[in-house]
């Protein structure tokens, strides 16, 4: 007291004092207890004139506190943040039972799974948070806690200063040394300072993290019976956020802090600052799943209070973080989001770090919850643009928290922002693909993909954008010559998936080497996502190695290799093979952990749609599995009828309606028999879309031509020459209800299949060859019967060739109208006999060894449905395999003569 008298009275050097002062010789309590109100605003008063005076700001507000708390001393430490912007606080932080630290230390930069894709998956995406700065005391010998005893050790306990504590293991045993003083004593704040020094150190990089769960555990025992008298939201959250950032959730505590947050309607929330509110956020934001309904009450009262701050009370690292935690939480409060964003969007301090984590974190919950900022997107949009000019200029800066500059991960965490949310503006998306570029030689290969991935989903094609995409792609071919294994699969895959989407010119380097890398490594690490996705993209590019394809269906049917797969990574893969011709064992559905008697509530229309057309291409069929896909197709078209607005969008599509019903027939007569009353529904559902979208879109010539042949499917088994009549013949009278008029259903399925055969002139060289041989066998008539009438038609050709059934005529693509399609050629044989020859090359047939001389579905049910015109083996076929083994025009004739059976 003497001492501080005498400051008091000379405070010209009184500063000199106290900064002389041999702080470990005197303990808090001796120096802070006379340190009243009136004489910290008296000692700041005689220093007027030189610099302000914030002390007179918080007097009211302190001196109430600490009236409606008598006894207490913690009320100086909850606005200790106000007196540490002030000339007097490096004063204050000599003694090292003060310090000012952050509360809330940057987010460790984290990797977060994506989504996308192809179907998508969707791109792995990082975020960081930034620091927070806040006074914490490390410990505080005497004053009062909050209701619940001393505060501090009794006389003569020795003073522990665990700031200066730089060993995790010192720090764990001074710790468990002296918990049991602390817990004697009520020392919530000792005990809340040995939290945060355990999150400092064992967050630290390298550090012994298996020294922490034990002196957790003990803190957590000591602290938990204080919990239901803590008299403030910072008692709570300083440990809460300690275990969240430690990944400590075990035992009772952190359910404690949150019912203690949430009491009383979240009372200590209301007089919380913003940076614990943003500090509760974070934290929930990382809790198990568990924990998240324990903190509903909190999380409630902490947004009404965001709500009413002003940008002044709140800074934008507060801001930008509430926003991602928002996002993690996929917690959509429309005024909160739009409160945050507009004091962000004010805040002239704004650092890079916290426009870009609010950029992205928008783009999240636009994706995840539906949220959709308007006005507020293109203010941040505004800000960011003000900031990117000046990146080029400062990219000799050595120091990445440059708060003027962003660094290479911001600017792509930004394009995928941008991405989620649908925001293509040319000169935002340019601009952050050029300074990416510029900033290549710092970025890594998750953000040069991530960057790939997010122009590829904007669909960016202007002149200015293709130069800097461009430009990344010939950054990642560098890379993947130099430096493979830094790319994760992740990376791969999404890169595969932007390169189909954005089809680079010479693609087809890239798109070979990144093959190549995923075969290399054997898929090794590959989620069931990134595995369809990069199947997708080169199927999709026409990459046709079968090796390639036979070593991603060996890793998917690796035990658990497939496990927690969605029914979208499984449709990718499946339309993936199909494409390519690859038919996969048919152990392969066990392996992909797919429900087969119901996929589940998660299939949508597309991924049942596009299943079944897989299934149907490759020549397969699985009776549960097919009545699942068939049946969730009739629940979402059931869903659609009743319900109006957004949630109709999960019903089928008419391309999807279309597709389904052309892989039932596909699949044969015996399949739509079995699954008869599934298919009556998606009839129906056809017939009633087509009379309320008369004269609109509506389905398209290709889908229209697809239910020209499901009907023609129908026709032949209700008839009886395919399967039974029971319960069919119904089905063949739905879509040819109305079949007079000129608008019906029906003729617009005929008009498009023959729209479709006519756009269809393509002759291979494979069949001119063949119509060339065959022409060889046609030999002349006798008598004045079909030879004189053979002789005055065009298309007939006529040459020597001897044989015991003369060949009358061929007619190269033929039009059968019954069907409204073509057949490659018709041979006319002595007697009336009709052939139909189609020549088959490498597309009518599976791909991958063993099954490359087995037809696929649609060529099957092609020759199904000629048959029913030429009648049974009046259809043959010339495979390419077969015919380019054969030798010589003696060979090649006599192949033929035998295959039209010419020869008795």
């Known amino acids: 007291m003497l001492f501080w008298r005498t400051c008091k009275r000379h405070a010209s050097v009184r500063l000199t004092h106290i900064l002389a002062l041999r702080h470990d010789s005197y303990s808090v309590q001796s120096v802070l207890q006379p340190l009243t109100l009136s004489s910290l605003n008296g000692f700041a008063d005689e220093a007027s004139s030189a610099v302000p005076n914030p002390w007179s700001q918080h007097h009211a507000a302190l001196s109430a506190r600490k009236a409606s708390e008598p006894g207490r001393e913690s009320w100086l430490c909850n606005h200790f943040h106000a007196i540490s912007a002030h000339p007097f606080a490096p004063v204050l932080a000599r003694f090292k039972h003060v310090r000012a630290a952050p509360l809330a230390p940057a987010a460790a930069a984290a990797k977060e799974p994506v989504e996308h894709g192809a179907g998508r998956r969707r791109g792995g995406r990082r975020e960081a948070g930034g620091q927070n700065s ?49 817990v004697a004593a009520g020392d919530v704040v000792s005990l809340r300072a040995a939290f945060s020094a355990l999150a400092r150190l064992g967050s630290r990089p390298g550090a012994n993290t298996r020294l922490l769960p034990r002196a957790l555990t003990t803190l957590a025992a000591a602290y938990l019976p204080l919990v239901p008298v803590l008299g403030d939201a910072f008692s709570c959250v300083a440990p809460l956020y300690s275990c969240a950032k430690l990944g400590f959730w075990e035992g009772q505590l952190p359910a404690a802090l949150l019912e203690r947050l949430g009491r009383d309607g979240g009372e200590l929330m209301q ?67 739009h409160h945050l964003t507009a004091c962000l969007v004010q805040l002239p301090d704004a650092k890079c770090q916290n426009l870009a984590n609010t950029l992205y974190a928008l783009g999240k919950l636009a994706e995840e919850c539906g949220y959709r900022p308007q006005q507020d997107l293109r203010s ?42 649908g925001f293509s503006d040319p000169n935002l998306v340019h601009s952050l693909a050029t300074a990416l570029v510029d900033s290549s030689q710092r970025t890594n290969e998750q953000d040069v993909a991530n960057a790939l991935y997010a122009l590829a989903v904007l669909g960016c094609t202007g002149p200015k954008t293709t130069l800097a995409m461009t430009q990344l792609f010939a950054e990642v071919q560098r890379r993947l ?228 042949q499901v009907q023609l499917e129908l026709q032949h088994v209700s008839r009886g020459r395919g399967g039974s009549r029971k319960g069919l013949s119904r089905l063949e009278l739905i879509l040819a209800g109305g079949a007079g008029s000129q608008s019906s259903l029906l003729g617009a399925m005929r008009r498009a299949a023959s729209r479709e055969e006519r756009l269809d002139p393509h002759i291979s060289k494979l069949q001119q060859t063949v119509v060339k041989a065959i022409q060889q066998l046609l030999q002349p008539a006798t008598g004045d019967g079909d030879g004189a009438r053979h002789a005055d038609d065009g298309n007939r050709t006529r040459s020597p060739f001897s044989s015991s059934r003369p060949l009358l005529a061929i007619l190269p693509e033929h039009p059968v109208e019954e069907l409204c399609c073509r057949v490659d050629v ?79």
């Open 826 to 904: 018709v041979v006319e044989v002595a007697g009336g006999k009709r052939v139909a020859v189609e020549v088959d090359g490498p597309s009518h047939f599976l791909a991958n060894h063993p099954h490359t001389r087995t037809k696929n579905g649609p060529t099957q049910l092609r020759d199904r449905q000629l048959e029913w015109v030429f009648r049974a083996g009046n259809v043959v076929s010339v495979p390419y395999w077969e015919w380019n083994k054969l030798k010589g025009r003696e060979g090649r004739l006599t192949y033929l003569s035998q295959l039209l059976g010419l020869q008795q």
């Open 134 to 182: 806040n006074l914490q005391w490390d410990r505080q010998d005497g004053g009062r806690g909050r209701g619940h005893g001393r505060c501090g050790p009794s006389r003569g306990t020795r003073t522990v200063v665990l700031r200066d504590i730089a060993d995790l293991r010192t720090l764990v045993e001074v710790v468990e040394e002296e918990a049991p003083a602390w």
């Open 271 to 337: 007089r919380a600052n913003g940076q614990g509110h943003s500090n509760l956020w974070w934290s929930v934001s990382a809790a198990p799943q568990h924990l998240i309904p324990l903190a509903g009450s909190a999380l409630n009262a902490s947004a009404v209070c965001l709500e009413q701050m002003r940008p002044s009370e709140l800074d934008a690292q507060a801001c930008s973080n509430i926003l991602l935690a928002c996002a993690r939480l996929q917690h959509r409060h429309d005024p909160l989001l």
């Open 481 to 708: 010559h130099i430096t493979p294994t830094r790319f994760v699969p992740q990376d791969l895959s999404n890169l595969l998936w932007a390169l189909e989407r954005l089809r680079p010119e010479g693609q087809e380097a890239l798109m070979e080497a990144l093959a190549a890398e995923c075969r290399r490594r054997q898929f090794a690490g590959f989620k069931p996502q990134e595995l369809s996705n990069a199947a997708w993209a080169l199927a999709r590019m026409g990459f046709s190695d079968q090796g390639w394809y036979e070593a991603l269906v060996a890793a998917v049917m690796a035990p658990g290799a497939m496990r927690g797969a969605k029914p979208q990574d499984c449709a990718n893969l499946w339309y993936a093979l199909a494409l390519v011709r690859h038919r996969p064992p048919g152990s392969l559905m066990e392996a992909m952990a797919w429900d087969k008697q119901r996929p589940g509530p998660l299939a949508n229309s597309q991924n049942c749609s596009n299943l079944l057309w897989s299934l149907a291409t490759l020549g397969l069929y699985h009776e549960q599995l097919v009545e699942g896909l068939v049946g969730r197709l009739g629940e979402l078209t059931a869903r659609k009828q009743q319900e109006e607005g957004e949630a109709s969008r999960e019903g089928p599509t008419n391309q999807n309606l279309a597709n389904s019903l052309w892989a039932l027939a596909v699949m044969g007569p015996q399949v739509l028999s079995r699954h008869s009353s599934l298919v009556e529904g998606l009839l129906r559902e056809v017939v009633r879309r087509w009379e309320q979208q008369q004269g609109q879109v509506g389905f398209t010539q290709e889908g229209l031509a697809q239910l020209w």
């Open 380 to 421: 941040l949009a505004d800000r960011v643009l003000e900031r990117l000019p000046q990146q080029r200029d400062r990219q000799h800066e050595e120091n990445r928290g440059y708060q003027g500059q962003f660094i290479p991960q911001e600017l792509s965490n930004m394009l995928l922002g941008c991405a989620k949310l």
